[in-house]
């Protein structure tokens, strides 16, 4: 009796090792992902976003709509870039990060610059940005997200990380790139002022004044320009013309005149100057 209950338990027991199995070996397959056209799937993010228009960005209404619609179409990038960034603008990155990261996955070629763009200047992760964007600049190329080179978010990322001399490489590249492709007036006013900056940092105060009076060129009432300029001018001995330019960049900095990005109003930018560095006004 012992031995037929004893065969009877081994039995159950090979039985229930067995169908373990089975369930582990399921769970690994791989469904395969449904691939839609592009008109599909153009068509498909504009009723998505559509559907979206009458909610506040940072509703739960639009979260809860955008956590649907990935369910539903969990390849494609829209809606996951569209998840990230309210999160990002609410400094909420930590929530945000995996939403981002998984549309650069699925489509690097429109993400991938999006998502070091976001690292540089939203999450302040500067060797993650150098190497989303050296990445992209392999795989696809070069080119420009949010007004600005790929190389101009590395060579400030650099700045960041006290690598003064690869900053300035990486923004002398991105002053080529649109000097070539453009000519020189398109040559943006903060590609100049985080030149400038760069040879501030190597203490080649000459060149960054140069650096700094092309930017002023473009942008006269540059306040954060006029504060590092004068920093220039008082290490070269020029003291006096120092203190009034001093007072110029407070003027405009208290005016308002500062870096004019778009998500300025989310964060500051590297280098910004702050009202806050003049006390009391």
């Known amino acids: 009796m012992k031995l037929i209950l004893t065969l009877k338990y081994a039995f159950l027991l090979l039985i229930g090792l ?3 199995a089975c369930h582990s070996k399921v769970e690994k397959v791989n469904i395969p992902t449904h691939s839609y056209t592009v008109f599909e799937k153009d068509s498909i ?11 506040g960005l940072n509703s739960q209404k639009r979260r809860n709509l955008l956590d649907t619609a990935i369910a539903k179409y969990p390849t494609i990038a829209e809606f996951y870039q569209q998840r990230a960034m309210p999160l990002y603008k609410q400094d909420k990155d930590e ?5 981002l990261n998984k549309a ?3 489509n690097p070629q429109k993400y991938l610059d999006y ?3 976001m690292e540089c200047v939203f999450s302040k992760n500067y060797k ?12 696809f190329g070069e080119g420009y997200v949010m007004d600005h080179t790929y190389y101009f978010y590395i060579g400030i990322s650099y700045l960041q990380l006290n690598e003064f001399e690869k900053a300035k490489i990486y923004l002398k590249k991105s002053v080529g790139q649109i000097e070539e492709k453009s000519g020189r007036d398109w040559v943006h006013h903060l590609d100049l002022m985080y030149l400038g900056i760069a040879n501030m940092e190597l203490d080649d105060n000459e060149n960054a004044i140069k650096d700094f009076d092309e930017a002023l060129s473009k942008y006269p009432n540059f306040g954060d320009v006029k504060y590092y300029k004068a920093g220039c001018l008082y290490r070269l001995g020029k ?14 900095i208290l005016k308002g005149n ?23 006004h």
Not at 95 to 99: A, K, R, V
């Open 95 to 99: 929530l945000g990060f995996p939403f």
């Open 239 to 252: 003291k006096e013309e120092a203190m009034k330019l001093f007072n110029e960049a407070k003027e405009d």
């Open 104 to 106: 650069a996955e699925l």
């Open 258 to 280: 500062t870096i004019n990005e778009d998500n300025v109003i989310y964060e500051h930018y590297p280098y910004q100057v702050r009202k806050e560095w003049f006390g009391d």
């Open 128 to 139: 993650v940005t150098i190497a989303d964007f050296e990445k992209y600049i392999k795989l």
């Open 18 to 20: 067995f169908i373990s």
């Open 45 to 55: 993010v504009e009723n998505v976003m559509h559907s979206l228009r009458n909610y």
């Open 115 to 117: 998502k070091g763009f």
